[in-house]
């Protein structure tokens, strides 16, 4: 099922792009396809000038062919930046709409019976890094077979659906560290004690900090910032190195946030 025939919307032209417009709630959604990878989509801003936050909706790849649906935000905490992005930079994260899609698409595999998938949230990889609005990732992962599964499809359009026309669930803003690519702890979080997550720095991000401490804080203070709503909470997943916990300790001390070890 495609999102634009969910929202009904209309096709016109506009900044050269063929974009189909939709008004829901006295809101306007528009929905656009373009030729450029999902990296390197820092160029939005000029498309949509006046947009409020984007959603892209996406495919996944992972060598370990899990079979997944995944939300995320996007941005590069270390010095590699290999898939697009500037290095040691955090887009700007919105974590209320990232939990709707994560809540949707686990009520919508519940509904249909999808118990051989993965719904998560991954951690924060890759660009676009530099545009001015939220982007937040709904994902079908990881390879041709589930990318072109109409189930699949559907589950994910009609959780961005939900997330674009019913009203955002309350939620603790939260910034997580620790865990695996897959960020199965900081997913439980959010669909059990209300936490809604932006950036999450995984374990392996960590390690290249191990060196370089006050570089991780400083990352740690972007992934605070860099959200469209004020976070209010820091969790660490699992026994974290102590210059971790320690930056963990000011940031939470320097911005008044709860931090959960």
């Not at 900044?15 to 820092?42: P, Q, R, T």
């Not at 709707?100 to 676009?128: C, K, M, W």
């Not at 072109?148 to 359009?157: D, T």
Request: proline fraction near 5%; aromatic fraction near 8%.
């Amino acid at each position: 099922m495609e999102l634009s025939k969910l929202l009904k919307c209309e096709e016109r032209v506009d900044h050269g792009n063929s974009i189909c417009w939709a008004k829901i709630s006295g809101k306007e959604v528009a929905i656009a396809g373009f030729d450029m990878d999902v990296l390197y989509f820092d160029f939005l801003d000029k498309v949509f000038d006046d947009a409020d936050f984007f959603v892209v909706v996406s495919r996944h790849s992972a060598t370990s062919g899990i079979k997944s649906l995944t939300v995320h935000h996007t941005g590069n905490p270390t010095a590699k930046a290999e898939y697009g992005g500037k290095p040691m930079k955090l887009a700007i994260a919105n974590p209320p709409i990232a939990l709707s899609i994560l809540q949707a698409l686990s009520e919508l595999s519940r509904r249909h019976a999808l118990s051989d998938i993965e719904v998560t949230y991954e951690v924060t990889h890759h660009g676009p890094t530099e545009l001015s609005k939220p982007i937040t990732f709904a994902e079908i992962g990881s390879s041709p077979t589930e990318w072109s599964h109409k189930p699949y499809q559907e589950v994910v359009a009609k959780a961005v659906y939900v997330a674009l026309t019913e009203s955002l669930p309350e939620c603790v803003p939260s910034v997580g560290v620790g865990g695996g690519h897959y960020a199965h702890q900081f997913t439980g979080r959010a669909l059990t004690v209300g936490e809604c997550y932006g950036h999450i720095v995984s374990r392996h991000a960590v390690k290249e900090f191990r060196d370089s401490p006050e570089l991780f804080e400083s990352i740690l203070r972007q992934a605070v910032m860099r959200s469209i709503i004020t976070t209010r909470r820091i969790v660490l997943e699992g026994k974290m190195p102590s210059y971790i916990r320690q930056a963990a300790k000011s940031v939470a001390s320097n911005y008044g946030l709860e931090l959960l070890e």
